[in-house]
């Protein structure tokens, strides 16, 4: 019996594909050998400035220099261009690496199956086999690759950026190079005064404001759900109809339009309030009432879906229940606390807890309804009714202060993830289950 | 004569649908004024009756006149519908893999994309400006169209505790008659997830109609821009001086995704429910 397997293993480790050709798999034997010689050009060519890269984030800023007679601006190394290219190529080495590792594993196997006597899969059936038993990481792949790109590169990119010092106006490539500094974005976020004053503000804010919208739309939803369910309500449907309305308009338009309508100057709001002889309120450029105003609208934006979800669930608890409860002699308090309560919060939990997690990210109510104003003198680029996101959202693209955005970024994935693991494992869904 | 009894509940109903009836109106009135307003002659935001005193349509030609408006149509729906069948694939195609099969690392791809999720999406922002700009992909719809469906993958969640309710017996009749991984997804999956996959392209195409924030990072020019952003601009550059004009743009927007919502109301609720435990 000749040894198969170890020569096998031993030709793939040298080069991707040789095994393979050992093994008689000549057409995977020679594409594996392409590709083993382009990804080694690649790397080789771009490892070692990739690792400088991300390791010095470059080290000749833009400057004047003396080219024949006159000073010009030559061009100096771009931080941000060095990270984002340093990481393309290590994901290209990590991806390489598993691939090469993938192909010392088949030619092992491939040449054990042939020591017993077994015919390799010539190309086509190797292709089959993949489509056949190889299905679930074949069709996942592309959704995957575009994860990847969009999703997983840029935001390793976010969070390396949290440890630098790229922010306007002093370290702003290509006019100037970045560094890293460790945690001092950080520190400074927590201790620095104006910015630790913003910080716990901004987040103090956001909780109340993620509480209060998500339990007024919830009770708000209940109440209304309630009241069209009654026995007493004639033509259901027609109301129901008419409440989901505000779920159904795109919710920037809404948001556009409530801010037009609360405009303390010509919004009919007020001018209706006159009419009754009260002088309105400056409903978006007073900090109070700013915050009231989001949270009105937010009410009257996100009650219609608690509703829908609430009467889908009245509608399924049992008539019997509440029939036994009235020969009990229970009232229409004690039926809706011991039989209704209960039974809406048991299905609806884990939602209300995703809404919540909705509610501490609902960037386009602030964003467009105040824009995070009025303003607040004693915070740093931030107003009264900005929450973390839309301060991020600023601090991205109007400050530039990049770094300090990336660790309150981080800081909402802290609290959202705590939130969303401990809210996941309590559902069907991502409990190891068993096939049924 | 009316007994007290019965005068009691007289006084009820008329209470409980007076409430209905104050609650109907709070929901509607945003709506009903910008459509009043759309049609209501001059510009300013103040005006002196509900009712305008004449009808004119004036706004919705200006807005094909002056601005791109069409073509802003035209690319929103390009770019919407793109990305929700993109997104809605991905998505199925995801829960159906982590729902249907086991294979290595598929605990931690779950809870890898999960994770993946709890991160604010503008955060990465600037880098897929920079990937974008790399690719050579600014101020083109493609980009949107990537961007949107980008992250589709990571809402798998829903997809797969829907699919784990679908009884595994349907799927092994239709193997044991030949039929091949492929054609068990499009012939017993996607048509029993019909209410699933409407909440799902509902809510993607929302999402990129709905979305100016990466559009207006994106798109340059005006020429392919696309609804939100041009609404987002005329109400934030001009809003006191054209306020009517930009009525009339929130209705042509808004009216055609009202209506698929309220159309598909049911679906959206079954959908949304679909993935949360039900005891």
């Known amino acids: ?436 | 004569m009316i007994s007290a009894a019965k005068l009691k509940k007289i006084v009820g109903d008329f209470s409980h649908h007076l409430l209905l009836i104050v609650i109907a109106i709070v929901t509607i009135y945003p709506a009903l004024w910008v459509v009043l307003a759309s049609f209501r002659p001059g510009t300013a935001l103040y005006s002196e009756h509900l009712l305008p005193e004449r009808f004119t349509i004036e706004h919705y030609l200006e807005l094909f006149r002056e601005f791109p408006f069409a073509q802003w149509y035209m690319n929103t729906l390009k770019i919407a519908i793109v990305s929700m069948v993109c997104s809605t694939f991905f998505v199925l195609l995801t829960g159906y893999a982590v729902s249907r099969f086991r294979f290595r690392g598929r605990k931690s791809l779950m809870s890898g994309l999960f994770v993946l999720n709890m991160f604010p999406s503008f955060m990465s922002m600037i880098a897929v400006y920079i990937l974008l700009l790399n690719m050579n992909l600014l101020n083109k719809h493609s980009a949107l169209m990537f961007v949107y469906s980008g992250g589709a993958a990571m809402g798998y969640l829903l997809v797969k505790g829907y699919f784990d309710t679908i009884p595994r017996s349907l799927e092994e009749a239709a193997r044991i008659d030949g039929a091949n991984h492929w054609i068990v997804f499009f012939r017993i999956f996607v048509p029993l997830s019909r209410p699933l996959i409407v909440y799902l392209s509902v809510t993607s195409f929302a999402g990129a109609f709905n979305d100016f924030i990466f559009a207006q990072m994106v798109l340059r020019t005006k020429e392919q821009q696309t609804l939100a952003v041009g609404l987002y601009n005329m109400v934030s550059s001009q809003f006191s001086t054209q306020f009517t004009l930009f009525a009339a743009g929130c209705v042509l927007v808004a009216l055609p995704i009202t209506l698929v919502f309220m159309f598909f109301q049911r679906f959206l609720v079954e959908g949304l429910t679909a993935g949360a435990d039900k005891g």
């Open chain 1, 1 to 436: 019996m000749k040894p198969n397997r170890k020569t096998a293993s031993i030709l793939s480790v040298v080069a991707m594909g040789l095994g393979q050709i050992y093994n008689r798999q000549y057409i995977k034997g020679i594409l594996m050998l392409l590709l083993h010689g382009l990804g080694l050009y690649y790397i080789v060519l771009n490892l070692k400035e990739a690792l400088w890269g991300i390791i010095t984030l470059g080290e000749k800023a833009q400057q004047l220099e003396l080219v024949g007679k006159v000073y010009k601006m030559v061009p100096g190394d771009h931080s941000i261009f060095l990270i984002v290219q340093g990481l393309i190529v290590l994901f290209g080495l990590i991806v390489f690496g598993y691939v090469y590792i993938a192909n010392i594993k088949d030619a092992y196997k491939v040449g054990k199956s042939l020591e017993q006597g077994i015919r390799p899969h010539n190309f086509i059936e190797s292709l089959k086999y993949v489509s056949q038993h190889r299905f679930p990481q074949l069709i996942i792949s592309v959704p995957l690759l575009f994860v990847f790109f969009f999703t997983v590169l840029p935001l390793v990119f976010s969070v390396m950026i949290a440890f630098t010092n790229y922010s306007s106006p002093k370290y702003l490539p290509p006019a100037n190079l970045i560094d890293w500094i460790g945690f001092d974005a950080f520190k400074q976020l927590f201790t620095l005064n104006k910015w630790a004053n913003t910080f716990y503000g901004v987040l103090k804010w956001n909780v109340i404001w993620a509480v209060l919208a998500t339990v007024s739309t919830f009770f708000g939803g209940f109440g209304v759900a309630l009241l069209v369910q009654s026995t007493r309500t004639r033509l259901k449907s027609v109301w129901r109809t008419i409440y989901i309305l505000p779920f159904a308009i795109p919710s920037f338009v809404s948001y556009l339009i409530m801010r037009n309508m609360f405009n303390s100057q010509f919004g009919p709001i007020n001018q209706y309030l006159k009419w009754i002889g009260i002088q309105g309120p400056s409903w978006l450029s007073d900090p109070t009432w700013a915050k009231v105003t989001v949270l009105l609208v937010n009410l009257w934006h996100g009650y219609p879906i608690s509703m829908l979800l609430i009467i889908g669930i009245l509608t399924t608890i049992s008539k019997e229940l509440y029939q036994a409860a009235e020969v009990d002699g229970a009232s229409a308090f004690q039926k809706f606390r011991m039989i209704t309560f209960p039974s809406v919060m048991y299905s609806l939990s884990p939602i209300l807890i995703g809404m919540f997690a909705g509610n501490v990210n609902s960037f386009s109510a602030i964003f467009l309804l105040t824009n995070g104003n009025p303003a607040n003198s004693e915070y740093q680029f931030a107003g009264n009714t900005d929450i973390l996101i839309t301060w991020l959202y600023n601090l991205t693209m109007n400050q530039g202060n990049y770094n300090f955005a990336s660790v309150i970024g981080i800081i909402i994935f802290i609290i959202l993830a705590t939130l969303s693991i401990w809210n996941v494992r309590r559902t069907r869904s991502f409990k190891e289950e068993d096939l049924n």
